[in-house]
């Protein structure tokens, strides 16, 4: 079972950032994509950003310029660095990842992705 853990979530002023971090063992597969997603109160789970075992990524338009989604050296940990945050991006943030190899347009759809991490709150003060 692939195991996902989210990590550094927490609050900031608008305008400021934060970096958030998640472990996931899906290195164990050849080839997986991983995301963040983001669920705010009384909305649905929407894709942040995504990224696959060769490094193609892609971004929702709301965080375009102001995200960035990476993979730590191991390739174990994916990061999330969020700058220039504003009160819209107060969410819980969560870590998810699959045994796919490519990230197609139906990325955002929570029903694609298999393993999924408990989530971290971020909060963003006006």
């Known amino acids: 079972e692939v195991q996902v853990a989210e990590s550094g979530g927490g609050s900031v002023q608008a305008g400021g950032s934060l970096r958030l971090s998640c472990y996931a063992s899906i290195y164990a597969f050849n080839t997986y994509r991983m995301a963040w997603f983001r669920q705010a109160p009384g909305k649905e789970r929407e894709g942040v950003a995504a990224?696959?075992?060769?490094?193609?990524?892609t971004y929702a338009d709301s965080v375009k310029g102001r995200f960035t989604i990476s993979q730590g050296n191991t390739k174990t940990t994916l990061y999330l660095e969020m700058n220039s945050l504003k009160p819209e991006d107060t969410a819980i943030y969560y870590c998810?990842?699959?045994?796919?190899?490519?990230?197609?347009?139906?990325?955002?759809?929570?029903?694609?992705?298999?393993?999924w991490g408990q989530g971290t709150q971020v909060t963003v003060s006006s």
């Open positions: 998810a990842a699959d045994p796919q190899a490519f990230i197609t347009n139906t990325w955002s759809s929570v029903t694609t992705w298999r393993y």
């Open positions: 990224i696959n075992s060769v490094g193609t990524t």
